[in-house]
């Protein structure tokens, strides 16, 4: 979906233009295309394109200040607009910030504004005096120009019960003084240093600061100036800090109205440790200062422990073997979050906004307090179908970058930090313990569906041996028997009569996920012995377990076989299917500590129900 | 590069920004055009700094009467740069 495409959707009236547009928008980062998107808004606003969101009542917005506002308000109302917030706008004029404000009887006030945006040109943030004078002046300067503005705060949330966000001044960008510049409280560039954390530290709880000098220290303090933009039409920077600074007031904006999220929800393997725990074991998985990815890993949790400082909560929410995921995050030397630090650790094979639902309940908190975090991005998806009110965050592909991105999310902005903050784990964790645990039904079959779901179904082949080895030698969990083949031994099993050997391979819409599954079955009699079954958990409860059954049936009775014959042999990893054949629909005629033997007849066999296209031997 | 090359390179420009995009001539103005606003007229100016990687000067945009000697414009400064 790009630019062309949003306009095509707008030109045939297509509703879903405006879902398209909110996405665009939020992936927009040059001024132009911004601008463009906005327009294309007002077309279709102007042509009467049916919106399918509900549009709730607008926000009553005034932009004043030191600059011509124009076409900053446009960038603004845009954002606003297209993420569902209508905006009635009222405009200041240029530099009549003070006037507006002042007279009680002024245009302002009678908008009834309910955030106002006080933008405050830099001209005026100005030390009067020399720069041989005594710091004291200088510093008394500083203090009265941030008093004035925040007493101009003060009288418009009197008057009009506003809430103001106030803009502070970006820092020179120039070299002008050199070393000096530092030295002085007179020179511009201090002084504005000094008048912003005037202004921030004394800041009342009604004024929230939009940090433009922030702002255009992360954009580049060049890059964000644009004097000929000054001189041509009293701009307060370059295009690009336009975009960052209409970014970051919308952003503002909707942080009076919704507060922060409540929980950070993890996934475990390759979001707090690199590697797969079930698979690789304690020993194998990447965390700590051994390795740089190891590391990485470890600074991600040692940046989520300073989330739980200031009171969010932390869960765990993963597809893992209970018992294996635990011992690391209890006994691991290197891991940073131990199973106390969480207030709800869900680590089971579920699906994960059914867990995320159950947790809900269980903390008597609101699905839209939940932040959950993985770097699958079919999980992901799936949150986003059956929890949508969940904010979520797609990992990168590279842990270096996991606490930036975090760092970036902006949905743990607290307003203020207390000492409670830091002990909220522990209430919630008991909270939690008193609530009875609620399954929930998720319509997984339609997730299934719409995962559009491919298993290439094939034959051992030669040039498949070394994948088939490796699968075969590496597989632990999801895995019957554990029988370990060379590859001499897997090629010496093509084209054997007595044997079926296949292996499949799935994709769905997010991609491939390679061989996944392999069996081997060798001819009795009438019998077909399952010598070898085995499944990355990867794909677990896709109902490649019941794709597989059926191939391996009709398979059987291509052969002549009137039953199948399954064998469990436990390991230490392969708890997860000790039931395995039972829940297939097999009998089971022995089951001892030591081996689980199973039984399937086939004269009755009806093909399991899947929600996966079937390709033989492509 | 010449005006007429420039010109056929600002209509892909046009064709980008515009809904309905006019066709670019040398005696086209702003006011020929409804879509061609202030705020257009900005997107133009950065989409077009951005396409011929130039950098206007201080208030000679504005000197501009029409479209063809904003082309005339481009050229000079695509080759004092």
Not at chain 1, 509 to 520: A, C, Q, R, T
Request: aromatic share 8%; proline share 5%; with cysteine.
């Amino acid at each position: 979906m790009d630019l062309n495409d949003v306009k095509a959707l707008l030109l045939r009236n297509d509703p879903s233009f405006w879902p398209a547009l909110d996405s665009l928008t939020r992936q927009a980062t040059e001024f132009s295309d911004l601008v463009f998107l906005s327009s294309l808004r007002k077309k279709a606003l102007a042509r009467g394109l049916k919106q399918t969101a509900e549009v709730p009542a607008p926000l009553r917005l005034a932009i004043i200040g030191g600059y011509s506002l124009y076409p900053l308000h446009e960038l603004l109302t845009h954002l606003l607009e297209s993420a569902g917030t209508p905006v009635e706008l009222f405009l200041g004029d240029y530099d009549n910030h003070v006037a507006e404000i002042m007279d009680p009887e002024s245009r302002l006030y009678r908008f009834k504004p309910q955030v106002v945006i006080l933008l405050p040109g830099v001209q005026r943030c100005k030390y009067s005096g020399t720069l041989t004078d005594e710091r004291q002046a200088a510093q008394a300067c500083a203090t009265s120009t941030a008093t004035q503005l925040l007493d101009l705060c003060k009288t418009l949330n009197e008057r009009s019960g506003a809430e103001v966000l106030l803009c502070n001044f970006a820092l020179p960008a120039r070299r002008d003084l050199g070393e000096y510049r530092a030295r002085t409280l007179a020179s511009d560039y201090t002084f504005r240093k000094w008048v912003n954390l005037e202004l921030s530290l004394n800041a009342p709880p009604y004024v929230r600061i939009c940090d433009v000098e922030f702002l255009a220290n992360r954009r580049g303090a060049l890059a964000s100036e644009d004097p000929r933009g000054w001189f041509e039409s009293k701009q307060p920077g370059s295009p690009a800090l336009l975009v960052d600074l209409a970014r970051e007031a919308a952003h503002l904006i909707r942080a009076i109205r919704n507060p922060p999220k409540k929980v950070l929800a993890l996934d475990l393997d390759n979001t707090l440790w690199g590697g797969v725990v079930g698979d690789d074991g304690l020993e194998g998985i990447e965390i700590g200062d051994t390795s740089p990815r190891g590391e990485a890993f470890k600074a991600f949790q040692k940046y989520i422990a300073t989330l739980k400082q200031r009171g969010v909560l932390l869960a765990v929410c993963s597809k893992n073997d209970h018992a294996r995921a635990f011992e690391a995050l209890e006994k691991h030397p290197e891991v940073v979050l131990r199973p106390n630090d969480f207030v709800s650790l869900k680590i089971n094979w579920d699906p994960k906004s059914d867990n995320l639902i159950r947790m809900a309940e269980e903390l008597n908190l609101g699905l839209d307090s939940f932040v959950f975090v993985d770097d699958n991005p079919a999980e992901i998806e799936i949150v986003r179908q059956f929890a949508p009110q969940v904010s979520t965050i797609l990992l990168g592909s590279d842990p270096a970058e996991y606490v930036g991105q975090l760092q970036d999310c902006g949905l743990f902005e607290p307003r203020s930090i207390t000492k409670e903050d830091a002990d909220r784990t522990a209430q919630y964790r008991a909270e939690s313990e008193r609530q009875t645990m609620l399954s929930s039904a998720t319509d997984m079959d339609a997730y299934l569906a719409s995962l559009e779901m491919v298993a290439l179904v094939r034959d051992f082949a030669p040039v498949d041996v070394p994948r088939l080895s490796q699968l075969i030698n590496k597989s632990n969990q999801f895995n019957l028997t554990t029988r370990r083949r060379t590859e001499a031994e897997v090629q010496a099993l093509i084209g054997r009569p007595d044997h079926t050997c296949f292996s499949v391979r799935l994709s769905d819409k997010f991609g491939d996920h390679g061989l996944i599954s392999i069996v081997i079955g060798r001819v009795s009699g009438e019998t077909m012995e399952i010598d070898t079954w085995l499944m990355s958990c990867r794909v677990l409860k896709r109902q490649v377990e019941e794709t597989v059954l059926n191939e391996l049936a009709r398979r059987a009775q291509a052969k002549g076989c009137s039953r199948l014959e399954g064998l469990y042999l436990p390991t230490k990893k392969n708890g997860m299917v000790r039931d395995f054949y039972p829940r297939m629909g097999f009998q089971t005629r022995s089951a001892t500590p030591e081996r689980g033997e199973y039984t399937l007849g086939l004269d009755t066999y009806e093909p399991r129900p899947t929600k996966i296209t079937v390709k033989e031997n492509p | 590069m010449t005006q007429a090359e420039v010109l056929t390179r600002l209509q892909g420009v046009f064709d980008n920004l515009f809904l309905e995009s006019p066709k670019v001539t040398p005696q086209l103005t702003a006011k020929d055009v409804a879509e061609w606003d202030s705020l257009m007229h900005i997107s133009l100016l950065v989409a077009v700094e951005k396409e011929f990687n130039v950098r206007f000067r201080v208030g000679e945009v504005e000197a501009a009467k029409n479209v063809g000697e904003f082309a005339d414009l481009i050229v000079r400064r695509m080759t004092e740069k």
